[in-house]
C-alpha cells in the first residue's frame, strides 16, 4: 500500500510531448532490428558548428566552471541584445535579456510571472504541447485559438482568436514560424494580433523558436508591433539556428519589470545556466557564421526533397513552407484510400510497412470540433537526404498499394 | 502608466537568495579599487578535475550535442545509481534516477510533485533561503524547525520539530549536513525524524548537497531509515564534490512513483540536462578520484586554518564541524564590543573596514523569537589560504580594536 505517496492535484493536469511517445515506439521498433527513418523529432542530426565547440572548450580551459550571474554572464546578454535588435529592428538592452537553460524554461517562467489560477489563456491548436501543459498545470484555463489551411499554406485564424477571448482572458501564447504547421503571420495578422493584445491588455509569450530557420525571405517580429515591446516576452533559443539543441541554452527577453521576476526564477529554480556553455554562445554569435549558413542549406536541400515526394504520393498534399524544419502534409485522401480511420492506425501501419516514423496532428493537441482535414507531421531536421528518399519513397509505395 | 504589467499574486511570496544582495555589495566595493575577501558564497575557486573537463571535449567531439531522454542518458542513470548505493547503502537502480540542471530543481520539481496549497511544509531556519521561497511561492505554507548551537556544534531541534506538525503538515525538508551551520545529525536524530515522517505520512526532500564534502568520519543518509526510502526524494548535486558548480548538474533520485513525475517535468521545463555534461559526469563517477581528493584535502586546510584564526578573535566562538564548507562563527560577544545592534551595521563595518565579505545568520532565513545568540557565515570554498590568513587577520585586529 502506497498510501504515503499523495501526489499534489496539479500533477494530475501536467502534460507531455507524446511525440516522445511515437519515439519510444520507434526505438523498440529498430530494437527488433528493424530500420527506422525518423521524422518525429524536431532535434539536428547536425553536429554544433566546430567554432562554437572549440569556443566551450577554451572555456572550460580557462576555468569558466564556476557560477555565473543569475541571468547570465553580461557579455552574452549585452552580445544577444545586440543580435536580436539588428534582426528585429528593436532597442532591448542587456538588462531585458535573461539567460536560461533552453528556450523552453521561459514558457513555465513567463506563465508563473503573469497567470493567475484561473486566468484564461489563450494558445495555438495545433501547436507545441508544452503550452496547454504548462498552462493548465500552474492552473490557469488553457482556451486554443487555430491556425487554418488554406490554398496558400497554413495561417493564423485571427476571426477565431478575437471570439476567444472573454473578460477572463489575460494572456496570449504567439508561435510565428509555427510548430507544427510553420505558419507565418502576415504583416496584417501581426497588426491584428497586437492591436487584439493592446485593446484587451494581455500579456504576450511570442514563441520565436524558429526565427531564424529561415530558407526565404526575411523573419519579423509581432514584439515590434506598437504596444508589444512593453507586454511581450520572447522566448529566444540557440538551439535550432545553431544546431545546440543538447546544449540547453536559451534566453527569456522583454521588458525590465518581467525579466526580472523571470531572473529571480532563475536563482530560485536553478542558479544559472552553465557557464562555459555561455562562452560557446558567444562565439555562435559574433564569430564565423559560414557553418550556420551550411546548415540552413542542408535544410533547404532536404525541405524540397521531402516535398516533392511528399506531393508526388497519391492522396497527399503538401505545402513548401519558408521556414521551420517542419512539413504538416494532408493526408485525408490517402487515410480514406487505405481504409484508416484513426491517426494510431496510420501511424502503426506506416512505421511497421516502411519504417517511417512521423507525429500526427493529434501530438500537437487534441484535433477542434469541426476539423475535417487528417494532417501529419514530419520533422526533416533529424534525418540525412539519402534516408529521406528511402523512407519517403516506401512511404509512397506503402500508400498507394 | 504600466497597467499591462500585472504580474501573478505569487510573484509577491517569491524569494531569493540574499546572499546575492552581499556579493553585489562586495562587487561594488572591489570595484572601487578595494581588496575584497570573499567569504559570502558557496562556490568553489577551485577548477574541475582536468579528466572531468577532458571527458566533457571528448563527448562534444563525438558529435553528443543533440537531446537526450528527459532523465538523463541511460549510462549516467546507472553509473549514478550504483555509485549512490555503493556510499548510502541503497538499493536504488537507473530508473530511480532522474537527472538535472543542478541539485536546486530538484526543490521545486518535488514541492509541485507533492505540496498542495494550504499544505503545511516543514523546512529548516536558519537554512538554505530557497525551500522557503518555493514553499510560498507554490501556495505552500512554510513552517520552520530550527538547528541549535550546544557545547559540541549544531544540532537539530527534534522536539521543535515534532511540535510543528500539525494536521495540516504534508512535507517535510531535510538538509542533513546542513548549510549554513553544518549541523549533521545523530544516529538518534536520524531515527526520531524517519519515525515522526512515518507516523504523520510526510513526504520528505533530503537535500544532501554536502554529503561527500567531509574531512572526518563517514556520512549517513537518512533515506536508509525504516519507512523512509518510499517517502523520499534525495537532491544529489556533482556541483561540491567535483567542483562542477558551473556545470549546473545533479539528479533527484527515489520511488518510482515520484521520479516519474519528475520526469514530466523535466519535459515541461527544459527538455534535459546538457549532452555533453552527462558525459562528463561519467568521468566524474568513474574515473580516477585523485583529484577529487585533492579539493577535499585543500578545503580541509582551509577550514582548519579559518577555525583556528576566528577561534583566536576576542568575542567569536566557532566549531570545526566535519563536512561542509562553511564555518556559522557564534559572534554575540564580538557586536556587542563594538557596539554593533544589527548584522547590516556588522556587515557594512567590516567590509568597509577590512574587505571581508560575509553572510549573517538572516541570510538563511528570519531569525526565530527567542533566538539570542548571534551568527554569521563565512564559506572558505571560494578563498585561498592567503587570503583567508590576511583577511581574518585583518578581521581579528578590526573587532579587537
Chains 1, 2 share one sequence.
Not at 532535434?43 to 580557462?62: G, S, V
Not at 544546431?243 to 536559451?250: F, K, S
Amino acid at each position: 500500500m502506497v498510501t504515503h505517496l499523495r501526489l499534489a492535484n496539479r500533477v494530475a493536469r501536467l502534460g507531455v510531448e507524446t511525440a516522445f511517445v511515437v519515439a519510444s515506439k520507434a526505438a523498440a521498433f529498430e530494437a527488433e532490428g528493424n530500420t527506422v527513418y525518423p521524422f518525429h523529432l524536431g532535434d539536428l542530426n547536425l553536429t554544433t558548428p566546430e567554432n562554437i565547440i572549440d569556443a566551450a572548450y577554451a572555456a572550460l580551459r580557462k576555468g569558466k566552471t564556476g557560477y555565473t550571474p543569475n541571468t547570465g554572464i553580461p557579455q552574452l546578454r549585452e552580445m544577444l541584445a545586440y543580435d536580436f535588435n539588428k534582426s528585429r529592428g528593436t532597442n532591448f538592452g542587456p538588462e531585458n535579456v535573461a539567460i536560461q537553460p533552453g528556450g523552453k524554461p521561459v514558457i513555465s517562467k513567463f506563465l508563473l510571472t503573469v497567470m493567475n489560477p484561473g486566468d484564461e489563456v489563450l494558445y495555438p491548436n495545433p501547436g507545441f504541447p508544452i503550452y496547454e501543459s504548462q498552462i493548465a498545470f500552474h492552473g490557469g484555463i488553457p482556451v486554443a485559438y487555430t491556425i487554418v489551411q488554406n490554398d496558400d499554406g497554413f495561417t493564423f485564424d485571427i476571426e477565431g482568436l478575437k471570439k476567444s477571448i472573454t473578460d477572463k482572458t489575460r494572456v496570449l501564447i504567439v508561435n510565428d514560424l509555427h510548430n507544427p504547421t510553420s505558419a507565418e503571420c502576415s504583416e496584417a495578422d501581426r497588426k491584428a494580433i497586437a492591436e487584439l493584445a493592446v485593446a484587451h491588455n494581455l500579456l504576450v509569450l511570442i514563441d520565436e523558436a524558429y526565427f531564424d530557420v529561415r530558407y526565404e525571405g526575411v523573419s519579423s517580429s509581432i514584439v515590434t508591433e506598437p504596444g508589444m515591446r512593453e507586454r511581450s516576452v520572447v522566448l529566444y533559443t540557440f538551439s535550432k539556428k545553431f544546431a545546440m539543441t543538447g546544449w540547453r541554452l536559451g534566453a527569456a527577453i522583454g521588458p525590465l519589470e518581467l525579466i526580472e521576476v523571470i531572473g529571480k526564477l532563475n536563482v530560485n529554480d536553478e542558479s544559472c545556466t552553465n557557464h562555459f556553455v555561455q562562452y560557446a554562445a558567444l562565439e555562435a554569435l559574433e564569430g564565423d557564421q559560414k557553418a550556420v549558413r551550411l546548415i540552413l542549406a542542408r535544410l533547404q536541400k532536404r525541405r524540397d526533397l521531402c516535398v516533392d515526394i511528399l506531393n508526388d504520393i497519391r492522396g497527399v498534399h503538401c505545402f513548401r513552407p519558408n521556414a521551420t524544419f517542419y512539413l504538416y502534409p494532408d493526408v485525408t485522401v490517402a487515410m480514406e484510400n487505405k481504409g484508416f480511420q484513426t491517426y494510431d492506425e496510420l501511424l502503426d501501419a506506416v512505421l511497421r510497412n516502411t519504417g517511417v516514423s512521423m507525429c500526427a496532428r493529434e501530438h500537437f493537441g487534441t484535433p477542434l470540433s469541426g476539423e475535417l482535414r487528417k494532417h501529419v507531421r514530419l520533422a526533416y531536421s533529424g534525418i540525412g537526404r539519402k534516408d529521406i528518399e528511402t523512407g519517403l519513397m516506401r512511404l509512397k509505395y506503402f500508400l498507394e498499394a
